[in-house]
Structures are given as C-alpha cells and as structure tokens.
C-alpha cells in the first residue's frame, strides 16, 4: 500500500542538512590559519583546493536538494521501491563530503592520484543522478504523482533529468585529460542549472499550480 511522501521529505532534507555540515567541517577545518609560517595571502593562494572543492561541492549538493525539493512536491504518494530508489540517492549524496574531502587532498598530487580521487568524485554525483532518474521514472511509472499533474510537465522533467547523467558523462570523461578541467566544466554545469527550467518552483506570481502551465 502506497503511503504519504511527507516523511520522506522530511528525512531526505535532514540528510541533505548533514551532508552540507559535514561537508563545511571537512574541506575548511585546515583553513590559513592553520597553516604554519606563512603570510596570509600565501596561505590562502597554498589552500585554493580545499575552497575549489568546497565551491563545487556545495553547489552540487545544492543543486540536487533544489532538484529533490522541486521533484517531490509533485510526489503524493511513496511505495517502497520508491523508498528503495531515494535511499539510494541520499547513499551518494553522503559520500559526497568523503569524495570531497579526497579530492582536496590530492589536487596537488600526481596526474595517477588526480585522475583517481576525480574519478570517484564525480562517480558518486553520477550515481546520485542515475538513482534521481529512476526515482521520477518509477513514480510516474507507478502514478505515485499528483493526479493534477499536467503529463507534458511530467515528461518535460523527464526528459531534463535524462540530460543530466549525460553530461555529467562528458565532464567526467574529461578526468583523463585533465582532472582541473573536468572541475570547470562542472562549475559551468552548476551554473547552466540555475536557469529555470520544466518542474522548478515558479515565480510567487505565477501561483505554483500543480498542472505546471508556462513552465
């Protein structure tokens, strides 16, 4: 028997509330500070990757609580391969901080430890956008959505949630050629998705019916 989503939002949010805590604790404990004999524009330049790590980081992991939030107002009802699916992507969300902290650590290190500790950041962003999928496909497969919910909207959300594995796909395969460089493209990512888009929160004007019209 299908059950109401509010839980599940509830304690998705409270992970997602851990993770960025964690998340600022681990990449900027060792901030200039800390760092021994030197000037602090040169402790600040010497720390640039734990800042990179933590800029990247937080935007990613705030890109999939808006994601989250924007797709489970939708959800009216929960079974439990649906629970099944949103733990999952809650499993990556928290490696998220661990793959971070990895990746700050080894900015500086050799092209072999780079290509390693960028390859398990971004293959734990891209499980969390795979399991993401899955949630909505089986929730629209299963009619666990608002039954107001206009069927264009629905599959306007699908179809934008299927581009994004895809090009984490294309930042991720540029890891080989230069981990710095995969970085930038997910920084450009992180800012093509503050563009409004199908199934995002709508202008307080727009009065945020159910059916989506306009977006």
């Known amino acids: 028997?299908?059950?109401?989503?509010?839980?599940?939002?509830t304690f998705s949010?409270?992970?997602?509330?851990?993770?960025?805590?964690?998340?600022?604790?681990?990449l900027l404990q060792n901030g200039p500070a800390r760092v021994g004999g030197r000037e602090l524009p040169d402790a600040l330049?010497?720390?640039w990757p734990s800042y990179l790590a933590y800029v990247i980081t937080f935007g990613i992991a705030g890109q999939i609580w808006l994601g989250h939030h924007n797709m489970w107002r939708y959800v009216v009802r929960v079974d439990q391969p649906l629970l099944v699916f949103n733990?999952?992507?809650?499993?990556?969300?928290a490696a998220i901080p661990f793959t971070a902290d990895l990746l700050s650590d080894n900015l500086r290190g050799s092209p072999t430890e780079q290509r390693l500790t960028a390859a398990l950041y971004f293959?734990?962003?891209?499980?969390?956008?795979?399991?993401?999928?899955?949630s909505w496909w089986w929730a629209r497969r299963r009619r666990l959505l608002h039954p107001?919910?206009?069927?264009?909207?629905?599959?306007?959300?699908?179809?934008?949630?299927?581009?994004r594995p895809l090009l984490y796909l294309i930042a991720f395969a540029f890891v080989f050629v230069d981990p710095i460089l995969s970085l930038v493209l997910y920084l450009l990512l992180l800012?093509?998705?503050l563009v409004r888009r199908p199934g995002d929160l709508p202008p307080a004007e727009d009065g945020?019916?159910?059916?989506?019209r306009g977006r």
């Open 45 to 47: 330049a010497h720390a």
């Open 1 to 9: 028997m299908a059950r109401d989503a509010s839980r599940v939002e």
């Open 208 to 212: 945020g019916a159910v059916s989506g």
């Open 148 to 163: 107001d919910l206009d069927p264009r909207l629905a599959r306007a959300v699908a179809r934008r949630l299927q581009l």
């Open 13 to 26: 949010d409270g992970v997602f509330a851990v993770v960025l805590t964690v998340m600022a604790v681990e």
């Open 191 to 193: 800012g093509l998705s």
């Open 123 to 134: 293959g734990t962003v891209l499980g969390e956008s795979i399991f993401f999928n899955l």
């Open 87 to 93: 733990l999952l992507v809650l499993l990556f969300v």
